[in-house]
T-cell receptor, first 111, second 115 residues
Framework: QKEVEQNSGPLSVPEGAIASLNCTYS??????FFWYRQYSGKSPELIMF????GDKEDGRFTAQLNKASQYVSLLIRDSQPSDSATYLC???????????FGDGTTLTVKP | GAGVSQSPRYKVAKRGQDVALRCDPI?????LFWYQQALGQGPEFLTY????????KSGLPSDRFFAERPEGSVSTLKIQRTQQEDSAVYLC?????????????FGEGSRLTVL
């Protein structure tokens, strides 16, 4: 079992819909949680980070964290074709050091 | 430049050759990470530096892999006697400080193909 699990997809949503991406992690000591977006052939770029239980909103993006369930999600509202990419969930155990990535969920937003 | 710079962008090596991949992090970034990304998978951690100190090398897959950052800036990942399973994109990322948000800034990667 991988330390960070994501549904590989592909997840397909129509333009304007809400896309929901999910991630579970195994290390209960994890402190920091990240969502990166990776376009095909490009490197990952950070979208959101969250440390505390609950929701964190930034524009069209909302990250949700539930440490008791070891679950983190990303909601994308008003999805656009430009959101089509692979979304990587990453978890960091301490305040320093490595982040561990899931294998990503591929999202396609259809016009 | 303003971002993380990696070279070469593409490298083709014959099995058994040695390769060296270079990473120039964002100026002032203390932490530097190397990741390996195979096709269709997420980045896999290889090693981590804070300044010139290699604090974690637990992800290096074998003793053929070696990384250094002698002056706390530019880093080199060296792979000796390359094998076909080493074919992947090698991503370098830097981060501002040890105790920070943890945001990683990635370079564009070095794609290694071993024939």
């Amino acid at each position: 079992q991988k330390e960070v699990e994501q549904n590989s997809g592909p997840l397909s949503v129509p333009e304007g819909a809400i896309a929901s991406l999910n991630c579970t992690y195994s290390d209960r000591g994890s402190q920091s949680f990240f969502w990166y977006r990776q376009y095909s052939g490009k490197s990952p770029e950070l979208i959101m980070f969250i440390y505390s239980n609950g929701d964190k909103e930034d524009g069209r993006f909302t990250a949700q964290l539930n440490k008791a369930s070891q679950y983190v999600s990303l909601l994308i509202r008003d999805s656009q074709p430009s959101d089509s990419a692979t979304y990587l969930c990453a978890v960091r155990a301490t305040n320093a050091g490595k982040s561990t990535f899931g294998d990503g969920t591929t999202l396609t937003v259809k016009p | 430049g303003a971002g993380v710079s990696q070279s070469p962008r593409y490298k083709v090596a014959k099995r058994g050759q040695d390769v060296a991949l270079r990473c120039d992090p964002i100026s002032g970034h203390v932490s530097l990470f190397w990741y390996q990304q195979a096709l269709g998978q997420g980045p896999e951690f290889l090693t981590y530096f804070q300044n010139e100190a290699q604090l974690d090398k637990s992800g290096l897959p074998s003793d053929r892999f070696f990384a250094e950052r002698p002056e706390g800036s530019v880093s080199t990942l060296k792979i000796q006697r390359t094998q076909q399973e080493d074919s992947a994109v090698y991503l370098c990322a830097s981060s501002l400080a040890q105790r920070n948000t943890g945001e990683l800034f990635f370079g564009e990667g070095s794609r290694l193909t071993v024939l």
